[in-house]
């Protein structure tokens, strides 16, 4: 399964996350990405988050923390740092040295970003569409648009990427 739509979660959603999560529709995936949290705090959080994407068939990753995926029973393990013991993973592409890196270590899934302007990294030049598809394909597994992303935006580009993701544009 791959989701057309993924909620990346983090501290910037504060008071929103759940309304975010619940308002997702059933199928779509969750990024857990709250990686500033203390882990006692980010466990429990992955847990309950990983009940809700269980009840609501969702794709649900935890990024960087594979113990922790394997523990709460996620489906992926997002830009996991080492050995995934066994569980399929996800990388980030900013560039054409990060797309062939996800194609020789076999990503099952990408996240090419950013392909617009974005508020959560303001710095980040934006890739813009064609060379965000660029980087999809020279990836060569399924990728996801992220960074100023929304359904609109996303509609053009749905020959070459299977969904899109964000933070704010996901934000109920």
């Known amino acids: 399964m791959h989701p057309r739509q993924t909620l990346f979660t983090d501290e910037r959603l504060g008071a929103h996350l759940w309304r975010s999560l619940l308002a997702l529709p059933r199928g779509s995936g969750i990024v857990l990405r709250h990686d500033a949290l203390a882990p006692p705090e980010r466990y429990a959080l992955a847990f309950r988050i990983a009940r809700l994407a269980a009840a609501r068939g969702h794709?649900?990753?935890v990024a960087g923390d594979v113990a922790l995926a394997h523990a709460v029973g996620a489906a992926m393990v997002h830009r996991p740092g080492g050995p995934t013991g066994g569980l399929p993973f996800s990388l980030p592409v900013h560039d054409s040295a990060?797309?062939?890196a996800a194609r020789r270590l076999g990503a099952a899934l990408v996240y090419v970003s950013p392909v617009h302007a974005t508020a959560s990294h303001p710095s980040a030049a934006p890739l813009g569409t064609s060379a965000a598809i660029r980087l999809a394909r020279l990836a060569a597994c399924p990728a996801v648009a992220l960074g100023?992303?929304?359904?609109?935006?996303?509609r053009p580009l749905r020959?070459?990427?299977l969904g899109w993701a964000g933070i704010s544009a996901l934000k109920v």
């Open 148 to 154: 100023g992303m929304n359904e609109g935006r996303y």
């Open 59 to 61: 794709l649900f990753s």
């Open 159 to 161: 020959a070459h990427f």
């Open 98 to 100: 990060e797309a062939l």
